[in-house]
């Protein structure tokens, strides 16, 4: 899989938009590129995946290059229980060990009040 | 509609004593999937497991540990003979189906292996 680059942290205030990016210049063709949270002491949460086209749904957007090498996510008024850390992976779509999840350190968004 | 269940979510163990942990997939869900986060790192794999098969291991230390996943009942992480070096968070996740893009992996909660 593919290798990412994320922040090692970021700040953003309640209510506003928080954007997360992540490189992931030498992403393949077939693989998507999937974020997952964890919110401190639990488990990881699935936020959002695509492939080449935005995706929205009721948590986030996703919003990848037209290139594909690098992502933003974005949730658009964080709230304080959005403070986590913030994983982007990239996987191939089927075969393989495609279920191995690789979670790099991500991101720690913090929401201040 | 319960998610992943896992338990117990705190383990105390002294070194030398076995650690089963355990996890119950989400209803409808027939994969199962291990994972270990040490303190200050990422999540890494360990395990793959479909009802009564394992599917894949590579991740699981070669010694004292083994998993399992029989037709009735959840899956079982087992740890013998424990050292301080496995204490951490032990993660389940589930999943419905492998190899598909909208497959996502649904966590439980953990269980948290401290070793004295």
């Known amino acids: 899989d593919a290798k990412t680059t994320q922040p090692t942290s970021m700040d953003c205030a309640e209510g506003r938009a928080a954007n997360l990016p992540c490189n992931h210049s030498t992403i393949s063709g077939n693989e998507y590129v999937y ?7 639990q488990g990881p949460q699935y936020i959002i995946h695509g492939l080449k086209n935005n995706e929205t749904n009721e948590m986030a957007s996703l919003i990848i290059t037209e290139d594909r090498k690098s992502s933003t996510l974005i ?13 982007c992976i ?10 191995k999840l690789t979670f790099g350190k991500g991101t720690l968004l913090t929401v201040n009040p | 509609n319960a998610g992943v269940m896992q ?4 383990l105390v163990r002294r070194r030398g004593q076995e650690a ?30 479909q009802k ?11 010694e004292r540990f083994s998993a399992e996943f029989p037709k009735e ?33 649904f966590f439980g909660p953990g269980t948290r292996l401290t070793v004295l």
């Not at chain 2, 338990?7 to 705190?10: A, E, L, W």
């Not at chain 2, 027939?30 to 999540?43: N, T």
């Not at chain 2, 959840?74 to 032990?90: F, H, N």
Request: aromatic share 12%; hydrophobic share 30%.
């Open chain 1, 75 to 87: 949730l658009p008024h964080a709230t304080l229980r959005d403070t986590a850390v913030y994983y």
């Open chain 1, 90 to 99: 990239v996987r191939v779509n089927s075969g393989g060990s495609n279920y």
């Open chain 2, 73 to 105: 009942g959840p899956s079982i992480l087992r740890i013998q003979q424990v050292v301080r070096g496995d204490s951490a968070a032990y993660f389940c996740a589930s999943s419905m189906d492998r190899g598909r893009s909208d497959n996502e992996q």
């Open chain 2, 20 to 49: 089963r942990l355990r996890c119950s997939p989400m209803k409808g869900h027939s994969h199962v999937y291990w994972y270990r986060q040490l303190p200050e790192e990422g999540l890494k794999f360990m395990v793959y497991l």
């Open chain 1, 35 to 41: 974020w997952y949270r964890q919110i401190h002491s």
């Open chain 2, 52 to 62: 009564e098969n394992i599917i894949d291991e590579s991740g699981m230390p070669k």
């Open chain 2, 7 to 10: 338990n117990p979510r705190h």
